[in-house]
């Protein structure tokens, strides 16, 4: 069973244009392709939302499916590569869409592996900020909304990959 609304789908599509606006700004000052990742399978509605509000023309799009959490509300410490990024990373500047930083687990090892691929630059825009959960020194760049000490659902986050689909976030009852 979910809980109650956190955080409405109105709140989250005007998070999604203000944050838009900033990396369109940001980025628009550097000489660098823009090439936002998306971290399947959570990112999904977040990439989606935030990808029509970049306006910048030298971006490309890509996806990598991870997985460290499997059927548990807690982090196994290991992060499977389920599907590698296809675009070449060399000299571009990657963004990193993600839906939750909880552990940085997950965005601290992406980091390392994306840059190692010889990206100019590595950032993160994160939908939702969990600090309580942290256990590495990894920081959102971008960060919607601070959340805490919850197991979120909702908005492309799942509980055994269920509960993705709602179009609000919610936490498990
Ligand atoms: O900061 P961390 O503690 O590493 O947690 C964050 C990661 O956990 C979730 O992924 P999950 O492994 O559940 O895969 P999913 O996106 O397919 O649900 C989420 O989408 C992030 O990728
Ligand atoms: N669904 C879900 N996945 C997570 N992965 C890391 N933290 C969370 C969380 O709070 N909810
Ligand atoms: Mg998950």
Redesign the pocket.
């Known amino acids: 069973m979910t809980g109650k609304v956190l955080i409405s789908q109105e709140q989250i599509q005007a998070k999604a244009d203000e944050i838009g606006k900033q990396i369109t700004e940001d980025y628009s000052k550097l000489d660098e392709p823009l090439l936002l990742v998306g971290?399947?399978?959570?990112?999904v509605p977040w990439m989606a939302d935030l990808m029509k509000r970049i306006d910048i023309e030298d971006m490309t799009i890509d996806f990598m499916?991870?997985?460290?959490?499997?059927a548990s509300t807690k982090?196994s410490g290991t992060?499977k590569i389920m599907k590698d990024i296809e675009e070449d990373v060399m000299g571009k500047n990657v963004l990193i869409v993600?839906?939750?930083?909880?552990?940085?687990?997950?965005?601290n090892y992406l980091k390392g592996y994306l840059k190692n691929r010889g990206a100019a630059s590595v950032k993160i825009c994160a939908l939702l900020d969990k600090p309580t959960?942290r256990?590495t020194d990894v920081q959102g760049d971008y960060v919607g909304f601070t959340v805490g000490d919850v197991f979120i659902v909702g908005y492309?986050?799942?509980y055994n990959?269920k509960y993705?689909q709602l179009p609000y976030i919610s936490c498990l009852d």
């Open positions: 971290i399947l399978r959570g990112s499916a991870c997985s460290s959490y499997g982090t992060v993600e839906d939750i930083i909880d552990s940085g687990i997950t965005l959960g256990q492309g986050l799942d990959q993705r």
